[in-house]
């Protein structure tokens, strides 16, 4: 039911998000989207709003831990959010992913933070997330010194512990990028993918910035090695997708189902010898697509078919 609420706003959540592109803030109206706040299970809590990746917060008596900060636009809405939970500070951020629907706040909660150090903010992210920032693309913006990810991280997984529960964050390699992080609450049983997972929608691939279809494959299948579901037909381990709604492990499934049948499909057809433009024209994600384009998807059919011929593409040449 709690499920449903969501659905409308995530919906278009997910369409204009994950585009990784600047251009989405500004061609947005200019009052900041509001910010829908729903229970996950037990200390985590699911954030959303248009144009955002979704942001979890874990909340405690140790105060507050964000897995991403949504866009710089929409973050002061965010700090009144979590002030209705919480009267803690926000201590930790966990940036899953480089791109700026997902590290946008980050800046903001910096500034917040305390001078004490009991008080100050931890931002954490893979190191490939800090490199990429502090190394703009020509033309790009510097990124604030606040909100940079000096918390990384350059090894297989990072384990914490903050509000009487492990949190594990775990580096999954060339993925949606090449600094994806997927983060385990353990005892809560939640576990947030960023953008390797976006129900509803095609995986966006960003082969500018190191993504594959083999690493999203392989994100897939470990998240759904750490998701454990319940007897009953819900609950289990709940999964905070990077855009869209609270799912579980059977959703992931159909998820990673899909990407591997559409990758062995492509594989199939470049092993016939042909071109992207005979491999796009053979349509080979078309049963698919009424469940994983509508009208203003930011992964079109054609946009993720070439993701996966490139991604094979470059394997063999290598
Ligand atoms: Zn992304």
């Known amino acids: 039911m709690r499920r449903a609420v969501l659905a409308a706003l995530v919906a278009a959540g997910a369409a204009a998000g994950s585009s990784g592109t600047p251009s989405a803030q500004s061609a947005a109206s200019p009052a900041p989207p509001a910010i829908q706040v729903e229970p996950v299970q ?11 990746g979704n942001i979890t917060a874990q909340i405690g008596s140790e105060g507050v831990l964000l897995v991403d900060s949504g866009i710089d636009r929409s973050a002061p ?9 919480s009267t803690g500070r926000v201590r930790f951020i ?15 909660f910096g500034k917040l933070a305390g001078a004490d150090p009991a008080d100050q903010l931890k931002i954490v992210g893979q190191q490939n997330v800090l490199n990429r920032l502090t190394h703009p693309a020509a ?10 990810p000096y918390d990384e991280y350059a090894t297989t997984f990072k384990a914490m512990h903050f509000n009487g529960e492990a949190v594990l964050v775990y580096h999954e390699p060339n993925a949606h990028t090449d600094g994806d992080s997927v983060v385990m609450f353990r005892g809560s049983d939640v576990i947030s993918t960023g953008d390797v997972f976006t129900p509803g929608a095609y995986p966006f691939i960003d082969l500018d910035r190191g993504g594959s279809v083999q690493g999203e494959i392989a994100a897939l299948n470990h998240i759904l090695d750490l998701a454990v579901p319940a007897r009953t037909q819900e609950g289990g381990t709940y999964i905070v997708p990077g855009h ?10 159909e998820y ?15 092993g016939k010898g042909m071109t992207l433009d005979q491999v796009k024209a053979a349509k080979p994600s078309r049963d698919y697509d009424t ?3 509508s009208s203003n998807s930011f992964v079109s059919a054609d946009r993720f078919v ?13």
């Open 42 to 52: 037990k200390n985590v809590y699911l954030l959303a709003s248009i144009g955002s």
């Open 77 to 85: 809405m965010l700090v009144a959010a979590l002030q209705k939970l």
């Open 94 to 108: 966990i940036n899953t992913h480089v791109h700026p629907d997902h590290v946008g706040g980050n800046a903001t």
């Open 139 to 148: 033309g790009q913006p510097r990124f604030p010194e606040e909100g940079l």
């Open 244 to 253: 869209g709604r609270i799912c579980d492990e059977a959703d992931l499934v």
């Open 256 to 270: 990673r189902d899909m990407v591997v049948i559409v990758r062995d499909r492509i594989r199939d057809l470049i």
């Open 291 to 293: 469940e994983y384009v």
């Open 306 to 318: 070439e993701s996966v011929y490139t991604s094979l593409k470059k394997a063999v040449s290598r």
